[in-house]
């Protein structure tokens, strides 16, 4: 489960869609709009939001999600917001941060609805959006841990991690049950894009888990005229502190 990266060197280097958003989850949620508590309201409730002012950058990626209709570009990008739904995914691309990229999963050999994202944590765009050491799983566990309220142990997660929580925006409340597991990709750099950067100190690129996410609405305004509002929770803090404390040391890496 990788997807297809173009103008790598070497040639044919991919990223890992190591989350996915079951169908199992809430209907509304996986709408992708942002009204009535749909997949957009679910993502700034723990602070991603759509790209800057609605404008695509960067390259696409393509990935098959295995419902016969092979390789398709990304639906979206969403990035980090640092706080400002309207703003801040300007500041995460040219900063830097937690973002990912998602597949519906809508075809007529699998026709799901599930959702494949492909999570990671980049460096500035001075520093053409390397991703950190780390990265792929360290941005996967920094979404969990926004999306659970907790912050995630990534280094002794197993096939047998779970996590709970939840998160709030626009008065609509949403409960995220996580469970980890492994067999749909392989621990491992090789094939990896980044895999020089990402994978240090002996260690892989991947470390060959899945986050599975089902996401369930808990709490709805109570009418439609609901003020806009969103719950700001520690893993928000967590992340901050995280980010800080690892970004220079693994800037002296590269």
């Known amino acids: 489960m990788l997807t297809t990266v173009p103008g790598t060197f070497p040639a044919g280097l991919g990223e890992p869609l190591n989350a996915i958003i079951t169908a199992n989850s809430d209907p509304d949620v996986m709408k992708d709009q942002e009204q009535e508590g749909g997949l957009r309201n679910y993502f700034l409730s723990f602070g991603y939001a759509s790209e800057c002012l609605g404008q695509h950058l960067g390259d696409d990626q393509a990935a098959n999600v295995g419902d016969g209709q092979g390789l398709l570009n990304e639906t979206a990008v969403i990035r980090w917001d640092y706080g400002d739904p309207e703003l801040g995914s300007c500041k995460e691309t040219i900063e830097g941060g937690g973002h990912f990229r998602y597949w519906p999963q809508i075809g007529s050999q699998a026709d799901s609805g599930a959702l494949f994202l492909a999570v990671s944590y980049e460096l500035p765009i001075k520093l053409q959006h390397d991703i950190i050491p780390n990265g792929y799983n360290l941005g996967r566990d920094w979404m969990i841990g926004n999306a659970t309220n907790q912050e995630i142990p990534t280094l002794t997660l197993t096939n047998t991690s779970t ?33 020089l950067s990402v994978g240090v100190n002996g260690s892989t690129a991947i470390d060959g888990l899945v986050a599975v996410m089902t996401v369930k609405i ?12 969103m719950t700001l929770s520690s893993p928000w803090t967590l992340l901050s502190v995280a980010i800080s404390s690892l970004l220079l040391p693994a800037l002296s890496l590269l």
């Open 163 to 195: 996590f709970t929580g939840q998160t709030s925006w626009n008065n609509y409340t949403y409960q995220t049950d996580v469970s980890y597991t492994s067999g749909l990709l392989s621990n491992t750099s090789e094939g990896i894009n980044h895999y």
């Open 218 to 229: 808990v709490g709805r305004p109570a009418t439609s005229f609901a003020f806009r509002a």
